[in-house]
């Protein structure tokens, strides 16, 4: 019996081009976030072109202040989904801990103690998320969404239903600048870059797409997933607090409302829009940041154009669903 050796291929099939290759366009496609991109410059091209203040030095600062808290909670976020799990309370967590801040800093204490004090409390508070969801295997979905309403009436306790303010305290970090830039705006960017690092470049990182990917292939392979699980929960509590003293510094008070589930909401489709699976297994901080600067861009040019409230929901929802579909397009393409 004899084989016979498969054909040679032919030059046709050697030769022929690889996919994508001289279509520009499809190309332009197959880079990573293209949808999200032409959706952000469409909608600062059209902003632009209806009012003059939009593109104003002034207003392009106010933009990247009022994007900073959402950006820090959002980089947390993202490592975290990026690893299979998800953390609703993230934005009350910041809440509560814009809420004691305010009464530690009003009844007379330091700010230094202040700021020890809250970072501690949310700290705290991402690990006893981390410890529901890792040990008890509720859902985290349903495990952080009771945390936030829980939450949310703990800062309606420590505050007493009352507006606190803290004077001049923290009045540096939330409205002045440094180099041209908000200081806001550099803490953010040092939360992005050291979590894009760790992302790309680490074993801490890795095991988070590990994780995220194949919970259970990631231990079999080594990964100690109840203690990395538990550690990424830790750390979004831990900017949930820097996020939460970042509102406080900016806004100079803390009163009932302030953070919550639609600073949590904002954040988290920033994240999606990104390009972070909500099955996990995959995400890239990029993304997040674009998926930032498109909600803050949306909701600024709308309040520019004087746009009626009852349609500001509708019109950045609409934003979203089509950021969202092109980035998806744009996926299918790549793959």
Do not use: C, W
Not at 193 to 218: K, L, P, S
């Amino acid at each position: 019996m004899s084989l016979k050796a498969p054909p040679e291929p032919s030059d046709l099939t050697t030769s022929a081009p690889a996919p994508g290759t001289g279509n520009p366009l499809r190309t332009l496609r197959g880079l990573p976030h293209t949808g999200l991109v032409v959706v952000l410059i469409l909608v600062v091209t059209y902003a632009s072109l209806q009012t003059d203040s939009f593109a104003s030095d002034n207003n392009v600062l106010n933009i990247l202040r009022q994007v900073s808290v959402t950006a820090v909670i959002a980089a947390g976020l993202t490592l975290l989904m990026t690893a299979g799990g998800m953390d609703f309370s993230m934005g009350s967590n910041a809440s509560v801990t814009t809420a004691v801040a305010a009464q530690l800093i009003a009844h007379g204490h330091s700010t230094t103690y202040a700021v020890v004090v809250s970072m501690l409390l949310a700290t705290a508070i991402g690990l006893v998320n981390g410890a529901v969801v890792t040990f008890t295997n509720v859902a985290p979905f349903v495990a952080t969404l009771a945390s936030a309403t829980l939450l949310d009436g703990v800062a309606l306790l420590v505050l007493d239903g009352q507006a606190v303010s803290i004077g001049t305290k923290l009045f540096s970090l939330g409205n002045n600048s440094t180099l041209g830039l908000p200081n806001l705006l550099i803490v953010a960017i040092a939360v992005l870059a050291v979590t894009a690092v760790v992302m790309r470049f680490t074993v801490y990182g890795r095991d988070a797409y590990a994780i995220g990917g194949n919970e259970h292939v990631a231990r079999l392979s080594g990964i100690n997933v109840s203690l990395h699980k538990l550690s990424l929960y830790g750390l979004t509590g831990a900017l949930s607090g820097l996020a939460g003293l970042m509102l406080l510094s900016r806004l100079g008070a803390s009163s009932p409302g302030t953070g919550g589930l639609t600073l949590q909401l904002t954040a988290v489709a920033a994240v999606v829009i990104g390009g972070t699976a909500l099955a996990g297994g995959q995400g890239t901080v990029i993304g997040t940041v674009l998926g930032v600067l498109l909600l803050g861009v949306v909701a600024n040019a709308l309040n520019l154009l004087q746009v009626s409230s009852y349609f500001q929901t509708i019109s950045v929802g609409a934003v979203l669903l089509i950021a969202a579909i092109a980035n998806q397009f744009q996926k299918a393409s790549r793959h």
